[in-house]
């Protein structure tokens, strides 16, 4: 007999979302409003202690250029990002239409190129050591040696005595910083590249390995800041094209749009640092201390849009491009109001780097098929890889711990919210019990996820003072945050599902049966009877028929 399919929970009535959005947009833009307030009425002193810059954007602003990510690399694309990237699309343009067969050769000597003359002949030689000592090291197929390996290079980048080497290489502190996080990215590439090697069942040539492994690490768009795409997902794809003799649609109409999208945001984000001082305003306790409560709950807010708008711009132009060449590139980053919990957080913001996790770290170390003390594990692992490669600070180890210790608090909850027990306890119809459980989520994660999104993290933001925490989350202003959980949730009962997220869902589940199948990994990987199970660091899961965890569809990958 087949099992009874539970209808889903109506959605909420409209007069509850339209109450919801009016409370959070009204919130968010007067906490805004206040903020802009204070900036302006302590401009000349802010102006004196951080500089700001003279405003190019809005007649009579000046500009807050104390955000360093922002300010470093709106600097190197004035200086040359810009004009080499639109050098990259044209030769690959050309070369699509002349010399398809041999596109990638030349995509391959333009980022060599492109590379030596950014980070001079010495940066290069940095990242072809590194490259070399991967690529040899991943000849013996022992995932735990190239591990080893990895994490040997990644830590010559924290040698002081190597930092002040390189550094006299160049005239300027940010030639230096650009070597450092382009080897940064690269390191990234050099794991997937040796792990998707060691699980292949058949080795090509190491003549032709070698060369993809360049083409792979020296790929113009994504060299210095990613997004993050795994070496099979970027061979595949280029591989089609190349063996094909084929060139990539051009459609002109979504370039346009695309190259829209993101000076619309550039724009935005510009805006933002010319009406609020909010990075300056962060670094001195004393303007924290004497914010008013919807100033403080403004600045919390605007940093962590700021930092949204931020990545929109860093990865989209990079992804645009990288789409020009046939490539899929991670979706761009999930607004961060929308963002209920620490799951969805890690999820959606930067795709690539959960998705690099997941088939890295995560799944191979069994993920949550092995029970709870593999789950909690694998995501502490995972968390410990991010913190040691953003450079193991302790601020960085604080961050990543509370990060560890609230999704598994959270994976804890909402296994018991989604118990048959808890659901006849607390809602009285099992049938709701999935709506109720992400609500309750929503309001228990958001007094928490705001103060950690403020912390310094990956994301380089600074953590608001205790007694800052303690004036918003007395106040109004993160009440009202609230509100913003319950209408605009993706995955939420009562609301259909977007395409993304179900494209999402198919590519977890290639993800998940490709690394299922490797011979590297095959224990580890395979599904038991009653399945994955959910994961706290995978992607979004589904319901089966019976009411269990299908074996998901979390996107395989980045």
Known sequence: MAPQQTAPPAPLPRWEMSLYWLLSLGSHFYSFFELHKFSREYEERIGREFELERGFLIWGFRKDPTDFEWSFWSEWARKSLLWSFLGHAVISRLSGLFAPRARVAVLTAYGLAAACHLLGIRGLAVVLLHMGVSFSVAQLRKPALCWASALMLLSTLHLD????????????????????FSVAVCSLRSISYSL???????????????????????????????????????????????????????????????AGRILAWWLLAETLVHLMYMHAIQNNETYLQILPPWALGGLALALVQFFYVKYLVLFGLPALLARLDGLEPPPQPRCVSTMYSFTGMWRHFDVGLYRWLLRYIYL??????????????????????????????????????MNWASLTVEAATR?????????????????KSSLVANQLLAELSTPVLLPLCSCPSSLGLPALPVPAHEKTSSGIPLGLLHCHAHPVQPGLPGREPRRQDLLEARLHSRLVHSISTSTAVPVLLRTNRTGMGQEILSGPTIHGPSGGFAPGPPWSRM
Do not use: M
């Open 196 to 258: 998707d090697h060691c699980c292949r069942h058949l080795v090509v040539g190491r003549f032709t390995d070698i060369f993809w492994l360049t083409a792979y690490t020296f790929y113009h768009p994504l060299f210095y800041n990613g997004p993050i795409i795994s070496f099979q997902d970027f061979t595949q794809h280029l591989q089609s094209t190349s063996d094909g003799g084929t060139s990539p649609k051009l459609d002109l109409l979504a370039l346009l749009r695309s």
């Open 364 to 401: 191979p170390l069994g993920g949550s098929r092995k029970g709870r003390l593999h789950t909690a594990l694998s995501t502490c692992l995972a968390f410990a890889f991010v913190c040691f490669w953003h450079g193991g600070h302790d601020y960085l180890r604080n961050w990543a711990l």
């Open 161 to 180: 005595f190597l930092g002040e080497l390189q550094r006299g290489w160049y005239e300027t502190e940010a030639e230096y910083y650009l070597l450092l």
């Open 415 to 431: 296994t018991l919210l989604s118990s048959s027990h808890a659901s006849v306890a607390i809602v009285g119809d099992r049938r």
